[in-house]
């Protein structure tokens, strides 16, 4: 197969390429499913990520289904079913999906469906393992419930304010402390009215010192409130956070309260208080401890010892616990406590060393307590294990860092956008070129050239809205490029970023380029034209097998024409379209080339086929090529088959011939003895009469130019001087008459340079074929212009021979190539050599022993001829064409014929009807005696 042909089939394969790249760039599992074949394929994340060899992957929807976890299995199934029916475009479902191992994984799948007239038919998703992600929520919901049991066994109330809206949250049991009852609404405002009037003016100062950045938003005090309903008397240890956003201004303030009256009212039930505490702080897996400030001694639950060292014991002294602190930590301690010394309320957190060396975040509260002289007697306080919560904050940041980074890093177009706003917080350099420099778009909202409708902009803004994921495919952008602009295609996909109450807060904008893609689609489907045509106008019978249940793709007419089962034998398989190949060694052979890749080739191979609803035995020479795609796996094959039966029987009826002449031979020999005798006399009279004839020949010529030279005189005479007398009818017999003369003139000057090749000039010399060449164009100059004509010489040997008579070789050869050109069409001739092969030369009658041949053709682009008239055509006045179609008197082949035979050389012709002529002519390529082939040949 040559390299033309190759590209449409190589073509054929490069709009998969690009996708399976792309699919190979993510870790996610990307799918694709065929809903009109019920075909699904599975990029190779599904091996990585689930265990699954690439065997036990099938293309079908059953391998999706039963992988499915049975109690998801109907939802899903149901959910997927209404939206292809409804015609929707976007699916997504939750669920678990079974792994190699047997395991179940968590999921997130969702899915876009491709429509063709409304109706869809392809559906292209991807698949996420969110098993750590549930695994981390499950764990975040238990650590919630634990801390709000902690809350209700230690009769904590929470709270939260809004301080832009100026709005408090209550829960019930802090509504009770503070003496409101449940359905109540209360403002920040209203809220001070329950505190005691003498405590009303510190607590309003307390919470808006921690609403002040600076002040780090600590809140930890304690204060009388009145009941508003009942004008109760409580003490309240009320402790809280506030968060601020970027610029510094407070968005959330939320904490605690405790109901301290009786700490306050009875020191003395101090003892029993902090045992009460204690018992509700183990119940929230807290560890608890009361310092006596005097005399430094402590006292603590189990917890408290196991929280900060590892170990479960009550008689640990507090030096020894203390020195357990992480050293890099221990001044967050050292402040914390320099701190509470004045406000009264300790609270850090820091790292402790456990004596199995692991390290474990520790979350101490305390507060002092205080005699009525207001001096600290007591230090009591709380330690919970808050690693899991500082893990995972660290993964959050983490995970934010690594967003960050990929944005910055990644290859594609990546954007961060914040807010409904979808202000720019975070681009990286391929995203600028589609807006603009960074500095000039970063912290400034998404805007695309004043569109306020452009997909660039409206999609983002549904997705922040929606939470859904939108998608937009080929989307033309003018980018930018070292400052100038082009016109790319990008696919781009916006996701929305959510909590998990589904709060979004921004969404990340991806641009895929795919110019590329869009100009190889179109690059692609001109390939695919063209090979079709070059299927379909290839001079042999061709077809394409698909895949390894061999497909019928793009058989030519010639091909259908042989398998006689008409054009609907298109996309079947082949041993379904034609039957009768079942049993026969076809099938076998194009399935080791499927397998091996290998090309295969037969000639003068039988095949029974039933041809038009008849059996019969035809005989092909056919080869088996293989196709294949960028990854060097076969894909296909190309059938090309020539019917070669007619001469299959011709050989079997020669060979039989020859079976019958064998039998004569001995009868032959003898009367081939008795015959020698007579037919070398009767040679020597035909060499006699041969002489004569071409004597006659030559003088007849000189003698017939006379008498017609004065005819066309004459002729030419009345033409002029009788014009205008003659009628139209004596005009037009003159006109015959100089035609008929003129016609009579040539074939007598081809007769008589017939006549002189008859006998061989012995003036043979070195003669340069290129320079023969060169001498004989001027002599074609008119007619090459008349045509246009564009004739192409290669590289010519060196030849022992008559440079006259191969000039006129070449002047009929090229003269015809022009002549029998095809109307409107510029002629292109080329004339080539290279050394004849040993397969050729055994072609050629009488050939000279032991002498290199040399094979020279001149090939055209003209009318051409049927193969059935080669021999024809080299015969003395033998014309395939009118005279009124083409003029000429046909003996210039001949002509050609005896120069060659002259020069012990071989004509012929390879040729057909519309598709040009190739004159092959073998000429033997040796000197003199002793002298060497011409070293101009390869």
């Not at 510190?202 to 304690?222: C, E, F, H, M, W």
């Not at 500095?439 to 549904?462: A, W």
């Not at 015969?875 to 000429?888: K, P, T």
Request: glycine residues 6%.
């Amino acid at each position: 197969m040559s390299k033309k042909e190759e590209e449409p089939a190589i073509g054929l394969t490069e709009a998969s390429e690009r996708f399976e790249l792309l699919a190979k760039a993510t870790h996610d599992i990307i799918w694709d499913w065929n809903l009109t074949e019920q075909k699904i394929w599975w990029n190779e994340a599904l091996q990585k990520l689930f265990g699954y060899s690439e065997e036990e992957i099938l293309p079908s929807p059953d391998f999706w289904y039963d992988r499915i976890h049975p109690e998801d299995r109907e939802r899903v199934l149901k959910h997927i079913n209404e939206l292809l029916e409804q015609g929707g475009e976007n699916w997504s479902d939750h669920y678990r999906f079974r792994k190699a191992d047997g395991t179940y994984a968590e999921v997130l799948d969702r899915g876009y469906t491709i429509k063709k007239e409304g109706v869809p038919v392809r559906m292209v998703g991807s698949m996420q393992d969110i098993t750590r992600e549930v695994q981390i929520q499950k764990e975040r919901e238990q650590s919630e419930e634990r801390l709000q049991f902690a809350l209700n066994s230690a009769k904590l109330g929470t709270w939260e304010l809004n301080p832009e809206k100026n709005t408090i949250s209550w829960d019930d049991r802090c509504r009770e402390l503070f003496g409101y009852h449940s359905g109540d609404v209360v403002d920040y405002q209203h809220s001070l009215l329950s505190i005691h009037p003498d405590d009303r003016e510190r607590i309003s100062n307390a919470v808006q010192k921690a609403l002040t950045p600076g002040s780090g938003g600590v809140y930890d005090v304690q204060f009388r409130t009145i009941g508003v309903h009942n004008s109760q008397l409580r003490w309240l240890h009320c402790k809280g956070q506030a968060y601020f956003d970027d610029q510094g201004k407070p968005e959330r303030f939320s904490g605690i309260v405790l109901d301290i009256t009786s700490q306050m009212k009875d020191l003395e039930k101090l003892m029993l208080s902090d045992q009460q505490a204690a018992i509700a702080i183990e119940g929230t897996e807290a560890g608890s401890f009361v310092l006596t400030v005097e005399t430094n001694e402590i006292a603590y639950s189990p917890s408290f010892v196991r929280i900060l060292t590892g170990v479960e014991t009550q008689s640990m002294p507090r030096p020894i616990i203390v020195n357990h602190i992480h050293p890099d930590d221990a001044h967050l301690r050292e402040n914390a406590h320099k701190l509470a010394s004045e406000t009264g309320n300790l609270n850090y957190e820091a790292r402790f060393i456990w004596e199995n060396g692991a390290i474990r975040w520790v979350k101490v509260l305390g507060r002092y307590l205080y005699n009525n002289q207001g001096k600290a007697i007591h230090l009591s306080g709380i330690v919970l294990d808050v690693t899991d919560r500082m893990n995972y904050e660290q993964k959050l940041r983490a995970n934010e860092e690594y967003l960050r980074s990929m944005i910055d890093h990644s290859p594609v177009a990546m954007a961060l956008l914040r807010g409904q706003e979808l202000v720019i917080e975070t681009a990286n350099n391929a995203f600028a070129t589609l807006l603009g420099p960074l500095e000039t778009i970063k912290g400034h909202p998404l805007t695309f050239s004043g569109e306020k409708t452009h997909p660039f902009v409206e999609l983002p803004r549904k997705a922040f809205l929606d939470a859904q994921v939108y998608q937009a495919k080929e989307i033309l952008i003018k980018s930018f490029d070292e400052g100038l602009t082009k016109d790319s295609y990008y696919d781009f996909t916006f996701s929305p970023i959510a909590a998990a109450d589904g709060t979004v807060s921004g969404v990340i904008a991806t641009g895929i380029e795919v110019s590329q893609q869009v100009q190889a689609r179109a690059a692609l489907k001109e390939s695919e034209r063209r090979f079709r045509n070059l299927i379909e106008e290839a001079p042999v019978a061709t077809s394409l097998f698909v895949g390894k249940d061999m497909i019928i793709d793009l058989p030519n007419e010639a091909m259908i024409r042989f398998w006689g089962k008409g054009p609907d034998v298109a996309g079947k398989p082949l041993r379904e379209a034609v039957p009768e190949l079942v049993g026969q060694p076809f099938l076998g052979i194009l399935d080791e080339v499927f397998r091996t890749g290998e090309t295969y080739h037969s000639d003068a191979s039988p095949a029974d086929l039933e041809v038009d609803g008849v059996m019969g035995t035809y005989y092909f020479d056919f080869t088996y090529k293989p196709l294949r795609n960028s990854d060097g796996e076969v894909y296909a094959i190309l059938d090309m088959a020539v019917d070669v039966t007619s001469q299959v029987v011709a050989r079997q009826e020669l060979m039989q011939s020859e079976e019958r002449y064998r039998q004569l031979a001995n009868e032959l020999d003898q009367r081939v003895q008795q015959r020698t005798i007579e037919l070398h006399k009767a040679n020597q009279e035909l060499i006699h009469s041969n002489n004569n004839l071409q004597q006659f020949a030559y003088a007849a010529s000189h003698d017939l130019q006379e008498p017609l030279r004065k005819i066309q005189s004459f002729g030419s005479r009345l033409h002029t001087m009788y014009n205008n007398q003659l009628d139209s009818t004596g005009v037009y017999m003159l006109d015959r008459i100089q035609d008929a003369s003129k016609r009579m003139s040539y074939m007598i000057d081809d007769l008589l340079a017939y006549s002189r090749l008859s006998t061989r000039d012995n003036e043979l010399e070195l003669v340069n074929l290129n320079q023969v060449v060169a001498n004989v164009l001027p002599d074609l100059e008119i007619a090459i212009n008349e045509k246009r004509a564009e004739i192409t010489t290669g590289e010519l040997p060196l030849i022992w021979g008559n440079e006259r008579q191969l000039g006129q070789l070449f002047q009929n050869l090229l003269g015809n190539a022009i002549k029998y050109s095809k109307p409107d069409t510029i002629p292109l001739i080329t004339v080539s050599s290279r050394l004849a092969e040993p397969s050729e030369t055994a072609l050629i009658p009488s050939i000279l022993p032991q002498t290199t041949y040399v094979r020279i053709a001149i090939a055209d682009n003209g009318i051409g001829f049927d193969m059935k008239n080669v021999d024809r055509i080299f015969h003395m006045f033998q014309r395939l064409h009118g005279r009124s179609e083409y003029s000429g008197s046909g003996i210039g082949l001949a002509l050609c014929k005896k120069v060659v035979q002259n020069h012990h050389g071989y004509i012929t012709a390879s040729s057909s009807p519309g598709n040009g002529s190739t004159f092959i002519i073998y000429l033997p390529l040796t000197g003199k005696p002793g002298q060497e082939p011409a070293e101009n040949m390869d």
